[in-house]
Structures are given as C-alpha cells and as structure tokens.
C-alpha cells in the first residue's frame, strides 16, 4: 500500500522560512502528479499547490504563489514544499497527497493517498 | 475566483441516507471528487471523476452531478460515516478549488 510522511513542520516566526519534506514509499512518485493541502485551524481544506510528475509544470494556490515552490526529487521518491516569507495565516496542518490516476492518460483529478499530515505554526 | 458552496452540516438517522450537495458556477463542466474527513486523521478519498468509487470504498457512496451542483450520497449511513465531507472541482483553468465542508451528524 503507497504511503507518504512528511517533515519539517514546526515553529517559525512571520516572515520567515520552512521546507517541508514528503517521503512516498511503495509506489514510483514519478508516474504521479502531486499536491501539497492544508487545513488551517478550525478550517476547511484548501489546495495548496501541485507538480507534474517530471517537474515541468507547477501550479499554485494564490494566497501562496510567489511565496511557495512546490519541487521533487523523484530518484528519492521525495518531495518537497518551500515555504517563504510566512503569515499567521499560514498556519495549518499540510498534507502530502497523490494524486490519482487509472492510467497513465486517465487522471482522477483527485488525491487518492495522503500523508499524516506535518504541522506549521506562524507566530511571533 | 472561482468558489464553491456546501450546506454547514446535515443530520440523518443510523440507517438512512445522506444527501451533501456542493453547488459551483458550470460545476458539470469540471470534474468533481469527494472526501471523508475525520478529525485527527487523513481524508479520505470517497468519489471522483463525479461518480466513479475508488478500490476499497463501499457501494453506499455514490455521487452524482447535474448543471452546477454535485451530490455526494451515503445508502444505510452508519455512526462511523460521521465526519466532514468536502467536495473538490478541478478543471484547467482553475486547478483545484476544495468546498468549504458539510459536517455528517448520525443521531
């Protein structure tokens, strides 16, 4: 079964920076898009960003685009999120996801697995 | 920006169904998933592609789409499908846009 772990949350204060790491195990990254979500303290969900499989594509929510960059490393099965110039409202638990996929042209356009999520707080 | 709506909460008896709706300006143009959201633990992916079941999720999940809303039903809901549901669109022009959440109360 595909699992994701992610890493790197923690405290940090606004303005300042963060990388959170998401480790996939028993599945190829490569084959998949995938996306980074968070939920926000007593919130909903909201989609953050997501890459192509090889990389060569990025999109961005834009309460974090010019702020955010989404990368992988798909020789690790590793991904990652670097999260810059940090507001109070980035505060939130953010997930790791795939997204799924029946083939290699047939695409969910959703998340099948996710991480257990890491969590980042902005405070002074 | 593009938006979504969904009902704050809906309560339904042990054994019968819930409907969630989730309405979205041309929604029927995009495709529309659904996710189970307990707190404390990961979503869970329940519909996708508006009414096509992932491996593994009972037949009591169905979801369907018709002009600019998408429903999301549980058949014979039980204590442990209380959770948050929250409905996802995506299309090329506006990649993924989640609905704000409908909370299931089974009483």
């Known amino acids: 079964e595909a699992q994701l772990v992610e890493s790197g949350g923690g405290l940090v204060q606004p303005g300042g920076s963060l990388r959170l790491t998401c480790a996939g195990t028993?599945?190829?990254?490569?084959?998949?898009?995938m996306s980074w979500v968070r939920q926000a303290p007593g919130k909903g969900l909201e989609w953050v960003a997501n890459?192509?499989?090889?990389?060569?594509?990025?999109y961005y929510a834009a309460s974090v685009w010019g702020r955010f960059t989404m990368s992988r490393d798909n020789a690790n099965n590793l991904m990652y999120l670097q999260m810059n110039s940090l507001r109070v409202e980035d505060t939130a638990v953010y997930y790791c996801?795939?997204?799924?996929?029946?083939?290699?042209?047939?695409?969910?356009?959703?998340?099948?697995?996710w991480g257990q999520g890491t969590t980042v707080t902005v405070s002074s | 920006s593009y938006g979504l709506t969904q009902s704050p909460s809906v309560s339904v008896s042990p054994g019968q169904t819930a409907s969630i709706t989730c309405s979205g300006d041309?929604?029927?143009?995009?495709?529309v998933s659904w996710f189970q959201h307990t707190p404390g633990q990961s979503p869970v992916l329940v519909i996708y592609?508006?009414?096509r079941r992932p491996s593994g999720i009972p037949e009591r999940f169905s979801g369907s789409t018709s002009g600019n809303t998408a429903t999301l039903t549980i058949s014979g809901t039980q204590a442990f499908d209380e959770a948050d549901y929250y409905c996802?669109?995506?299309?090329?022009?506006?990649?993924?846009?989640f609905g704000p959440g409908t909370k299931v109360s089974v009483l």
């Open positions: 996801a795939r997204e799924g996929q029946e083939s290699s042209t047939n695409f969910f356009y959703a998340m099948d697995v």
């Open positions: 028993r599945f190829s990254s490569i084959l998949y898009w």
């Open positions: 890459i192509k499989q090889d990389g060569s594509e990025k």
């Open positions: 041309k929604l029927g143009d995009k495709f």
């Open positions: 592609q508006d009414n």
């Open positions: 996802l669109a995506w299309d090329s022009s506006t990649p993924y846009v």
